[in-house]
Structure formats: structure tokens, C-alpha cells
């Protein structure tokens, strides 16, 4: 398994920007597709977006696609998410996680989580 770090979040307004980090260590990262994923309180875990392995191509959540990017930099073992003109829907605790497999992220079913990092975005 990978170990997982997040890092970034905090409160912001509407309209403003965020970039969370992710911290792998433990195994290859570059071996791994990579996910992001959030859950706000009483409701499941959602799907955010995920990057393949080598970086180029990338799968969107709707309520997410085009204003969050997802990105990851293997040399230094670290994924990525951009988040512009957020809003207070997007208010949640933002995990990360890992599969060598992008079909088990995108069923929300990854090998490896992070702890979470919390955002909050106030209207």
C-alpha cells in the first residue's frame, strides 16, 4: 500500500481558490493511479476526479469539471488538486487515494486513503 497526506485545505470565500496536495510515500507512486474524493457531512463519499498513472488523462465529477484540476508530479512522489471558483457546496473533507487500478477509484473502492484535509467554503 501507498501512505497518504493531504495537505492545503482551510476556509475560503465563494469564488476563491484552493490547491490541495497529496504526499505519497511507501511504494512507487508512479505505479498508481491516483483519486481525489470528498465527503460532506451526512452524505457518502463522492467521486472528485482522478489522473492515470503517467498523468494524461484525467476523469471529472460533473458538479466538479471545469473549474477543478486534477495533476500529480512522480519525481516528487505528490498529486494535486486545483480547485477555482469554489463554492459552499463544495464544503467537505477532501481525501486522496490510490489504486493500480483507475476502475477501483472511480467505484470508490482504492487500495490506499490519506487522512483528509478539510474545506470549507463560505457563501
Known amino acids: 500500500q501507498v501512505q497518504l497526506v493531504e495537505s492545503g485545505g482551510g476556509l475560503v470565500q465563494a469564488g476563491d481558490s484552493l490547491r490541495l496536495s497529496c504526499a505519497a510515500s511507501g511504494r512507487t507512486f508512479s505505479s498508481y493511479a491516483m483519486g481525489w474524493f470528498r465527503q460532506a457531512p451526512g452524505k457518502e463519499r463522492e467521486f472528485v476526479a482522478a489522473i492515470i498513472r503517467g498523468g494524461g488523462s484525467s476523469r471529472y465529477a460533473d458538479s466538479v469539471k471545469g473549474r477543478f484540476t486534477i495533476s500529480r508530479d512522480n519525481t516528487r512522489n505528490m498529486g494535486y488538486l486545483q480547485m477555482n471558483s469554489l463554492k459552499p457546496e463544495d464544503t467537505a473533507v477532501y481525501y486522496c487515494?490510490?489504486?493500480?487500478?483507475?476502475?477501483?477509484?472511480?467505484?470508490?473502492?482504492?487500495?490506499?486513503w490519506g487522512q483528509g484535509t478539510q474545506v470549507t467554503v463560505s457563501s
Open positions: 487515494a490510490t489504486d493500480q487500478s483507475l476502475h477501483n477509484l472511480l467505484i470508490i473502492n482504492p487500495d490506499s
